[in-house]
């Protein structure tokens, strides 16, 4: 499941320095093929504890966890819609990303030069989400006469089309990005034919000095980027991505005395990599055997055939049951037979949907 979100801001944010957290935190090559599809991809581990505690109870040869990718999406400045900078470069790379991760500078620093000459997150914040509407106003522009034309002669799908595109022009034109509109079930499928930019979900995370770890809400330009965020339902993140690039230079045991030592119990990367994954409508299930105990990624809403398909193409077209109990009752049983003895084990049909923590058995016939 290629998922990806693109990590954007403006240059000297921190942005390029959290990247490089990613990178070197990133996935065992045993397990994932790390940095080898493209030189802006980072594949991590998906955190979970669950996978642990799965695996304290089946004991099994391996463990695998679940992965996501981060992409680096090419710096930007004012003027990017118009080709400004990298501007181009920019676009065509966050069309290609379903989520965008916005790192925000929260601290002040005489030895790094802001690229405006001095720190203010919602002006930066401000400077990118207009490039992105500048760009999807072009877009929508551009198809507006057309749809326009065919919508006088009654087109049915023209005229739903037209309606939406005004909205959006609207939108646009006030300064507002497509995801702060309302749109009907119907409309929904319309918009995100239009591959907008503005639609796609974002988290804001806010790179703060590391003097700022422990007390992120005391930070005045946090504040001010977490009451920004909440006006358009968003997430925010706090992170120190110096920190972050320590961190991912230890092994597990260094990194937890580390952690330990600056008094923090998670650290920001992997509350990022969670964030990340959520906004995506990213869910989480098990398989669990004494080969493996290993995590699968699929969306939420997920019917249990297509959830076996993840794992190979077969167990979909073949699919039976799925011999399903929830990570709760099975470690509250302790273990698989004693799960089963409880009724806790449940045997699922096709229009099962598939819920977040499920244990799977999948049984199917080919």
Same mark, same amino acid.
């Given at each position: ?75 930007? @400045? ?20 379903? =989520? ?59 005229? =739903? ?103 923090? $119990? ?24 004494? $080969? ?46 004693? =799960? ?18 499920? @244990? ?7």
């Amino acid at each position: 499941m290629a998922l990806t979100t693109g990590i954007v801001g403006l240059p000297n944010v921190g942005k390029s320095t959290l990247f490089n957290a990613i990178t070197q935190a990133g996935a065992e090559s045993a397990n994932y093929p790390f940095c080898t599809i493209d030189p802006n991809v980072g594949i991590v581990e998906v955190p979970d504890p669950r996978l642990q505690k799965l695996t304290e109870l089946v004991n099994p040869k391996k463990t695998v966890p679940t992965a996501f990718e981060f992409t680096d999406i090419a710096g930007i @400045v004012e003027g990017a819609s118009k080709g400004e900078g990298l501007g181009n470069q920019f676009l065509s790379h966050i069309r290609q990303v379903d =989520a965008i991760s916005h790192v925000v500078r929260c601290f002040d620093d005489e030895n790094i030069t802001h690229v405006s000459g001095s720190v203010d997150p919602i002006r930066d914040i401000s400077v990118i989400n207009l490039e992105l509407i500048l760009a999807d106003l072009e877009s929508v522009d551009k198809r507006f006469s057309r749809v326009q034309k065919l919508a006088k002669t009654k087109d049915k799908e023209a005229v =739903a089309e037209l309606e939406v595109l005004e909205k959006l022009k609207d939108a646009f034109e006030n300064e507002k990005p497509a995801r702060s509109i309302e749109f009907t079930e119907e409309q929904q499928k319309i918009v995100k034919g239009l591959h907008l930019l503005t639609s796609k979900p974002v988290l804001y995370v806010a790179n703060v000095s590391e003097d700022d770890v422990l007390s992120p809400d005391d930070n005045p330009f946090v504040q001010k980027v977490k009451a920004f965020a909440a006006e358009e339902n968003s997430e925010v993140i706090v992170v120190s991505a110096k920190i972050e690039e320590e961190i991912a230079e230890l092994d597990g045991e260094e990194k937890a005395m580390f952690l330990e030592e600056l008094g923090i $119990q998670e650290s920001g990367l992997d509350q990022l990599i969670r964030a990340a994954y959520s906004l995506l409508g990213l869910q989480t299930y098990f398989t669990a055997g004494e $080969q493996e105990v290993r995590a699968w990624t699929f969306r939420k809403g997920t019917k249990a055939p297509q959830a076996a398909g993840i794992i190979h193409s077969d167990f979909e077209k073949g699919f039976i049951r799925a011999e399903t109990v929830s990570y709760n009752d099975l470690v509250e049983a302790g273990s698989m037979a004693v =799960a089963k003895e409880r009724g806790k084990v449940r045997l699922e049909g096709k229009e099962y949907v598939v819920q977040d923590g499920d @244990v799977i058995h999948f049984r199917f016939n080919v």
